[in-house]
Structure formats: structure tokens, C-alpha cells
């Protein structure tokens, strides 16, 4: 290399080492802390003050640190940004002339307070509504929509946020920091942690800004939203455009909830209008869903998935999520009932679902219109196919109280009862097709206590049934073989095939009554009534069974004369529909010789009375 090339290099970069070293020299913290200042004031407004200590950086970019730093928005008493450290980095030739231009914000610690003016007064803003009474909750959901409605005048999140785009900066982080809902008392009532974000090309005129965000929701279970895309801020309007947005929600579910969302932003309002499509483990979905903070309802959203997921609770607003605690209920049936969850909801949604999985029970081609608030869950509409069955129900779940109520009508055609069997791990103990059709009502604070109240009527029908496990003929026609005297030698099936089989159901005090209870065979008819416990899964039935003669077809043992015939056959039958059926019926035979000896008296009575009138008018 040539001297003249290498001195080309020298140079240079021995000037710059020398300017490092002579700014500290040239540069007095104090007017570069006065300078940024004042561009914070003339470009947005702001007054910062500083509670700390203040030192000048130069690594990775010259400029001013600050401790203990605040931000006071114009007619701010108190200071709506708080900072534990505040490095603001500024253009070196701009400063060397005396004037200062901001390059980048970084902050730690920030702490942005949002006042709503509205006062939250001591219980009703209680974190856990479980705990107070229905007069207290009363007051609770009223304090809850009028803090709603000030704060919603009042707030001011959308200066706060754009503060830093005012500033034109080409880069703001910031790390461990908060958001906090203030009411007019100095009382938070909601935080939402920040805890980054790395923001490029600030500007309040339109362009694309490149953001990356991660906040957290704290709760029982944690919350977690990260946001990756790009932004456009229009200040005249206080619109932000979300250009493309990839969302990941961790902390509702399981699996985390992965979405691609576009749309606008009403920052004055703090109201977002968002398609999306979204996917959780195996579900995929699509649509649109507007969140209006200060609004009712605060999530309106309408989707079509190919599977629900539990992250749908999501969807429900992030109180919901944040309060539900994400682990999985108890199955006892005494605990009780999330209530707290559900009246943190105010969502309306439109669901469009082609597997929809509750526990063990799967509905196919879902579509659902419901409207969640103040703990009332209103289910407009649901169809579907239930286990093969065409379900068409509508409800109401009330848990605005400490006592829940319930109102459904609906139901339900053609249900594949061995289907329904196996999904609730019973015994596949029936075959066949059920059509049910209810309007049922209940009430209680546990999931027990909703069954055991449950009030109403149920009509039941089917058809092509088969019991297994029991044979309803062998039994009849052992009794009239004993009554012929006789004994049977035909191989009977080990089940029994209905031709009809049918109830009208009343539903009271935890019990299902059967009445009355109908069956029909091709040489039997039964008719009967009956009782089923609904929690202890307990029943007994009482049927009067009529014989055709058509039933000796079945051993020559079984023929049946007519004086069989002419008396019902009680048929008991009683037991728990998780025992043993071949031990659940039994044919009272006493009473049937007693009939049949009552019968059999009755004829010689009317023979002798014949023959005496014969005499009478014969003589």
C-alpha cells in the first residue's frame, strides 16, 4: 500500500478518535439535557422532568440518560408517563449547532397511567366477584358500566401512544414496562404489562412503521400476546392500519393461539376493526372480530373453524382468559359453578363449526349466535348434527347470581343411541335411533345442583332398539310355560328388539318420571311407569305386559290361551344403568297364578249363574 492511500484511512479515522475524545469536553449534559427537553416540548407538547441522575452516552448513540424520568402530557396535573431510566438519543451535528433532533427513545420501567375519571369505590371492583352477594353484584355490574361509559370519554391512550410517533424518531424500546388504568380516586383497576417493544421509522403521517410487541395479561394464568408487522399511524384521524399482523396469544389455552389479522384502529376510541384467520394446534379458522374497549359488546366477533378449540376462550375478551385459570375443571359436579369467568365476558358471536368436541361429545356442521355479558349466556340458535342426530336447541345460562338459572327448549332427531352410550363410557347396553324433543328449566350454584333442579318436560321416541344383554320374550314365556306346566326347549335370543318403544318424561326434584312408559314387541305389549334418579343413575320401572298369541311361534311351552291373554303380566324391573341387565327384570309369577285363579273363579261363578237363569227360563 502507498503512503498517500494509507494516509486516506488515517486520517479520517484519527479525526474521529480525537471528536470522541473532545465531546465530552464540548458537550455539557446539562444543555444537551435542555436541548431534548425542549424538542420534547415543541414536538409534542410534553413536559420531562427528572427526578434522577442524568449522565451523557455515546455508545451505541450519543445522547442524554436519565433516571426517575417523567412525561406530563398538555393539562396533566400529574404525569401520565413514568420512567425507571430514559436514554433519548439525538443527531450530532444538529447538537453541535445548538439544536437538537431525536434519533431514538429507549425506556425501561416505563409506567403509563390511562385515567378513566370514574371511581371504582372498594367492592365492586373487587378482583373476584364469587365472593359478594347478588345485591352487591347488583351494584358491581352498574359500577362497572358507568366506569366503562367515563372512561371511555376520558381516555387518553391515544396521546400516550403517540407521543413517541410525534417525535419522527427512527427507533423507540422499550422493555419493562406497564400500562395502568387509573380511575378519578388515583386507584388502578386494570394493568397490562409491556413487556417489550421495538418500534422503527416513528411517524404520524402514514408511513410504514415496523413493530414488534409482547404483552402480558396478569391473572390466575398469565396472558400472553406478541405482535410482529407493520403500521401505519395518521394523527388527523387518531386511525392506526395494521398493513399485516402476525399475533401469537399464549396463556388461553394449551397450545398457542397463532392469528393473522389486518385492519384499522380508532386510537381516540380504542376500538379495532380486524379480519383474521387464526390456528391453534389442529384448528384453523377465519373471519372477522371488532374489539371496543369502552363499548358493549366489547368483543363482536364472527368465525367459521374447521374444529373447536378451548382457545376460543380468547375470543371472550382477556379478563376471561386471564381469570379463567386455564386448568382443567373439576369433575365432581359439587364444586362451583366458574361464574366469576363468565361474567367477566361481554362478547356476541357468530360461530360456524365443522367439528365442535365437548369432552367425549362431538357436534358436526355447528352454527351458533350467542351473547355473553354480565354473566348471561343467551344462546340464540345452535344446530348441528349430535351423534348422529339433528340437534336444534336454544337457552339461556343466567349466572348474574349466586344462583345460576337455566331455561332450554330444543331437539334432537334421530340420535345413534350406542354412539351417545359410548361417548358418556356407559355400557353399550341399547342399539337404535332416539328423537328427543324438551323444554326443561333448573337453578343452583353447582354443576349437581343444576341437574338434580332440573324441571320440565321431555318426550321420548325411537325406533329399531335393541336391549342387549336381556331377552324380554324368554322371560314372558318362562312364566307361561310354568303356567302350562310345561318347560321350554327353544333357543331364545340373548337380547330384545322393540318394534316401539317410547316416554313422556317429567323431570322434578333430581328424578326423571316415566309416564307413561310404552314398549311393544311383535307378541308383546307393555305399558308402565317408572322412576330415574338423575345423579344416582337409580331406576325402577313397573310394566303391565298383554301377550298375543302369536307367542307360542316361539316354543310350543309359551302358547298362549285366552284366559292368558285376558290379564296383564307385571313385568318389575329395577336396578342402576351401570349394573348387570340380565338381572334388572323379573315377572311377578305369583300374581299371575292369583290372576289366573281369580279369573278361573270368575268363570265357574258365571257357568253356575248361567245354568241357574237356564233353569229359571226353562222351566
Excluded at 500 to 518: N, V
Aim: hydrophobic share 40%.
Amino acid at each position: 500500500m502507498t503512503r498517500s492511500k494509507a494516509l486516506l484511512i488515517v486520517i479520517p479515522f484519527g479525526l474521529s478518535m480525537a471528536l470522541l475524545l473532545l465531546l465530552p469536553l464540548l458537550i455539557d449534559k446539562d444543555k444537551v439535557l435542555e436541548l431534548a427537553a425542549s424538542a420534547l416540548h415543541e414536538q409534542t407538547g410534553a413536559t420531562l422532568t427528572v427526578a434522577g441522575a442524568s449522565s451523557l452516552s455515546f455508545f451505541p448513540t450519543l445522547g442524554v440518560a436519565l433516571t426517575d424520568a417523567a412525561l406530563a402530557m398538555p393539562g396533566e396535573e400529574q404525569p401520565g408517563l413514568e420512567a425507571r431510566s430514559l436514554a433519548i438519543g439525538v443527531r450530532l451535528l444538529p447538537l453541535l449547532t445548538g439544536s437538537a433532533q431525536i434519533d431514538s427513545i429507549a425506556l425501561d420501567g416505563l409506567t403509563v397511567k390511562i385515567r378513566s375519571g370514574a371511581k371504582t369505590g372498594g367492592k365492586p371492583q373487587a378482583a373476584d366477584t364469587s365472593g359478594l352477594s347478588d345485591r352487591e353484584l347488583d351494584v358491581f355490574y352498574a359500577d362497572r358500566r358507568q366506569a366503562a361509559a367515563e372512561a371511555g370519554q376520558h381516555a387518553d391512550a391515544g396521546a400516550a401512544l403517540a407521543l413517541p410517533l410525534a417525535l419522527n424518531v427512527q427507533h423507540l424500546t422499550v422493555t419493562d414496562s406497564r400500562i395502568e388504568q387509573v380511575d378519578s380516586a388515583g386507584q388502578t383497576t386494570d394493568v397490562t404489562e409491556l413487556a417489550s417493544l421495538e418500534a422503527s421509522g416513528l411517524n404520524l403521517d402514514g408511513a410504514p412503521i415496523a413493530l414488534q410487541l409482547l404483552v402480558k395479561r396478569p391473572g390466575t394464568r398469565t396472558l400472553e400476546i406478541s405482535l410482529d408487522g407493520t403500521a401505519r399511524v395518521d394523527q388527523d384521524s387518531q386511525q392506526l392500519e395494521l398493513d399485516e399482523m402476525e399475533v401469537v396469544v399464549t396463556g388461553a389455552s394449551a397450545e398457542p393461539i397463532r392469528l393473522k389479522t389486518r385492519g384499522k384502529v380508532d386510537l381516540s376510541r380504542q376500538v379495532a376493526d380486524l379480519t383474521l384467520s387464526l390456528a391453534t394446534g389442529d384448528t384453523r379458522g377465519e373471519g372477522s372480530l371488532r374489539y371496543a374497549r369502552f363499548e358493549s359488546p366489547q368483543i363482536d366477533t364472527r368465525l367459521k373453524l374447521n374444529l373447536l378449540n378451548p382457545a376460543l376462550l380468547a375470543l371472550a375478551g382477556p379478563e376471561a382468559a386471564a381469570g379463567s385459570g386455564g386448568g382443567p375443571a373439576a369433575t365432581g359436579g359439587d364444586e362451583p359453578l366458574p361464574l366469576d369467568a363468565i361474567r367477566r365476558i361481554d362478547t356476541r358471536a357468530e360461530l360456524s363449526i365443522e367439528k365442535a368436541v365437548f369432552d367425549n361429545h362431538t357436534i358436526d356442521k355447528l352454527v351458533a349466535k350467542l351473547r355473553i355479558v354480565e354473566g348471561s349466556i343467551q344462546l340464540g340458535s345452535l344446530t348441528g348434527t349430535l351423534h348422529g342426530g339433528r340437534l336444534d336447541a336454544r337457552g339461556t345460562f343466567n349466572g348474574r347470581y349466586n344462583t345460576a338459572t337455566l331455561d332450554t327448549t330444543g331437539k334432537l332427531d334421530q340420535l345413534d343411541i350406542a354412539e351417545l352410550l359410548a361417548a358418556t363410557g356407559g355400557k353399550p347396553l341399547l342399539t337404535g335411533r332416539a328423537s328427543l324433543d324438551w323444554t326443561l328449566a333448573s337453578k343452583g350454584r353447582t354443576r349437581n345442583e343444576l341437574v338434580a333442579a332440573l324441571t320440565g318436560p321431555v318426550k321420548l321416541a325411537t325406533s329399531q332398539v335393541v336391549l342387549k344383554d336381556i331377552s324380554v320374550e324368554h322371560m314372558l314365556c318362562q312364566a307361561v310355560a310354568l303356567t302350562n306346566q310345561e318347560q321350554l326347549t327353544a333357543s331364545f335370543p340373548a337380547s330384545t328388539a322393540f318394534t316401539t318403544l317410547g316416554a313422556d318424561i317429567q323431570l322434578a326434584d333430581g328424578k326423571a318420571r316415566l309416564d307413561p312408559l310404552q314398549a311393544e314387541l311383535p307378541q308383546v305389549t307393555l305399558t308402565g311407569t317408572g322412576n330415574f334418579d338423575l345423579l344416582s343413575k337409580d331406576f325402577r320401572t313397573t310394566f303391565k305386559a298383554r301377550l298375543s298369541p302369536e307367542l307360542e311361534a316361539l316354543d310350543r311351552a309359551c302358547r298362549v290361551s285366552k284366559r292368558l291373554t285376558a290379564i296383564d303380566w307385571p313385568v318389575d324391573c329395577k336396578g342402576n344403568i351401570d349394573g348387570e341387565p340380565a338381572k334388572w327384570c323379573s315377572v311377578d309369577s305369583k300374581a299371575i297364578v292369583e290372576d289366573l285363579g281369580k279369573g278361573e273363579a270368575k268363570r265357574k261363578i258365571q257357568k253356575e249363574a248361567g245354568k241357574l237363569l237356564d233353569k229359571l227360563f226353562n222351566r
